[in-house]
C-alpha cells in the first residue's frame, strides 16, 4: 500500500510540475519553429519582469514592452501592432520561424511554411537583447520594399 501511495503521489507532483511548465511556455525550444498560431504576449510590468529573467535593477528600462518568448509571440505582436504599428517589444529567446533550409517562394526548393508581412511604418522599439529570429520570410510590402 505504501509503494502504490508513494508511487501515484510521484506522478502526481510530476504531472503538475508539467502544467506549470506548460503555462509558463516552457514545452517548446527555439528550434520547434512556428505552430502558426499567434499568441497575445505579455506586457512587462511590475508583478511580472521576474518570469522574463529581469532584476529589481534592470526591468523599468522594459516596463509596458511586449516580452516575446517564442514566435507564437512574435506573431502575436505583430497583430497585437495591427495597422498603427506602435509597440516596444524584447526578446526573451531565440526564435525561430521557419525550420531547415528554404529558399524564398518562387525559387527552386521548398518554401518557407510561414511567411512575415512587411511592416511598412514601424514606430517603436524591438530589443533583441542578444537573441536572434531565424528562418524569418519577409513579403514585400506595397511599395515593393
Do not use: C
Request: glycine share 14%.
Amino acid at each position: 500500500m505504501k509503494k502504490t501511495t508513494k508511487l501515484f503521489s510521484l506522478i502526481l507532483v510530476l504531472g503538475m510540475m508539467m502544467g506549470i511548465f506548460v503555462a509558463l511556455g516552457i514545452t517548446a525550444s527555439a528550434e520547434d519553429g512556428y505552430s502558426g498560431t499567434p499568441v497575445a504576449p505579455t506586457q512587462i510590468t511590475s508583478e511580472n519582469y521576474h518570469l522574463y529573467g529581469f532584476t529589481d535593477s534592470n526591468w523599468s528600462a522594459y516596463n509596458g514592452y511586449y516580452a516575446i518568448t517564442n514566435a507564437e509571440e512574435l506573431y502575436g505582436w505583430r497583430e497585437t501592432l495591427g495597422n498603427e504599428n506602435l509597440g516596444n517589444a524584447v526578446l526573451i529567446n531565440d526564435i525561430v520561424v521557419n525550420t531547415g533550409d528554404m529558399v524564398a517562394a518562387g525559387d527552386a526548393g521548398t518554401p518557407p511554411a510561414y511567411t512575415w508581412p512587411a511592416i511598412e511604418s514601424f514606430k517603436g522599439v524591438l530589443d533583441g537583447r542578444g537573441h536572434s529570429i531565424s528562418g524569418l520570410y519577409i513579403v514585400e510590402g506595397s511599395d515593393g520594399t
